[in-house]
């Protein structure tokens, strides 16, 4: 059974650094499309940053240099680590990985985490 658990949420000062972790169980995640998606209060699940199955990072404009994804592919876990953190990164954090090995891409088929809150009060 495939298991994706995440870790490290909570409430942190407007400027402040937090670092979420996501382990899994069941899958590898090497050769896999892993990421991180959030769904701030009343809106749409968006997905905020991205690490490919060849190690390439992208990242949704808003946490370009502040947000960073990185993968231990030895322990299936990810980390998300968020710097100058602003109110509006306010959200619950979900961490997912494709559901296909080597060319498959986040999408529908995805692998998810049950979320994490992160609270950025100002």
């Known amino acids: 059974q495939v298991q994706l658990v995440e870790s490290g949420g909570g409430l942190v000062q407007s400027g402040g650094s937090l670092r979420i972790s996501c382990a899994a169980s069941?899958?590898?995640?090497?050769?896999?499309?892993i990421g991180w998606y959030r769904q701030p209060p009343g809106k749409e699940r968006e997905l905020v940053t991205a690490?490919?199955?060849?190690?390439?990072?992208t990242s949704e404009d808003s946490v370009k240099g502040r947000f960073t994804i990185t993968r231990d592919d030895a322990k299936s876990t990810m980390y998300l680590q968020m710097n100058n953190l602003k109110p509006e990164d306010t959200a619950v954090y979900y961490c997912?990985?494709?559901?296909?090995?080597?060319?498959?891409?986040?999408?529908?088929?995805?692998?998810w985490g049950r979320g994490t809150q992160v609270t950025v009060s100002s």
């Open positions: 997912a990985a494709a559901g296909r090995r080597w060319g498959g891409t986040l999408g529908r088929e995805n692998y």
């Open positions: 690490s490919s199955d060849d190690g390439r990072t």
């Open positions: 069941g899958i590898l995640f090497n050769g896999r499309e």
